[in-house]
């Protein structure tokens, strides 16, 4: 089956610490994305990329770093310099980065610091 | 920068009944509005969507309407079933393929 898979689903860390949160998809898919979400909101765009070896940031990147060195993989740190990182991270892709090519997302890694 | 608009944030309705959801946006140069299902636990689905060209699309109980003039486009479920309970958001892209999504809807059908 096609799609995209985040791991783990449940991420727990202490304050001060790295993370890392993954994502992969097997969609053949050239653009992927990160969201955030927090309770009550809509998700708010952390960082994209539209093809290998080049991404951007989104919305609310600071605190947060990426890298696309394959096409199916793209990988979320979240680095201790985010203030708030305690929330529901969602990975998206979509065939390609323009519009009217609708995003297929991943379950999701929630990540909890304390 | 796009503001997307979503109401209301709670929809209570009773099984069988219809229920609507409404956004506006801002930019008008946005030309491609999805709406996403998100069940608990999940990742958000593309339910429908529509292009700026087109004022309605339906897809069995699914229907999306636009009004590129007043800006602003709806979702509207009928025969509403259990299943049907999730949260549900809008979304605006433009050109440039960026996308501002709603608040979200939770959406309750009571059996």
């Known amino acids: 089956d096609g799609g995209i898979t985040q791991s783990p689903k449940y991420l727990f860390r202490k304050e001060g610490q790295n993370v890392t949160l993954s994502c992969e998809q097997n969609?053949?898919?050239?653009?992927m994305y990160w969201y955030r979400q927090d309770p009550g909101q809509g998700l708010r765009l952390i960082y994209y990329s539209q093809i290998v070896n080049d991404f951007q940031k989104g919305d609310i990147a600071e605190g947060y770093s990426v890298s696309r060195e394959k096409k199916e993989s793209f990988p979320l740190t979240v680095t201790s310099a985010q203030k708030n990182p305690t929330a529901f991270y969602l990975c998206a892709s979509s065939s390609t980065g323009g519009a009217g090519s609708p995003l297929h997302f991943g379950n999701g890694t929630r990540l909890t610091v304390t | 920068g796009e503001n997307v608009e979503q109401h209301p944030s709670t929809l209570s309705v009773q099984e069988g009944d219809s229920a609507v959801i409404k956004c506006t946006y801002s930019d008008s140069a946005s030309n491609y509005f999805p709406w996403y299902k998100q069940e608990l636990g999940k990742g958000p689905q593309l339910i429908i969507d529509?292009?700026?060209?087109?004022g309605e699309k339906k897809d069995q109980r699914i229907a999306v309407t636009l009004n590129k003039t007043a800006k602003h486009f709806s979702l509207h479920i009928t025969e509403t079933q259990p299943e049907d309970s999730a949260v549900y958001f809008c979304?605006?892209?433009?050109?440039?393929?960026?996308?501002?999504f709603g608040d979200g809807t939770t959406l309750t059908v009571k059996p």
């Open positions: 529509i292009r700026s060209n087109v």
């Open positions: 979304a605006a892209y433009t050109n440039a393929g960026k996308s501002t």
């Open positions: 969609l053949n898919h050239d653009a």
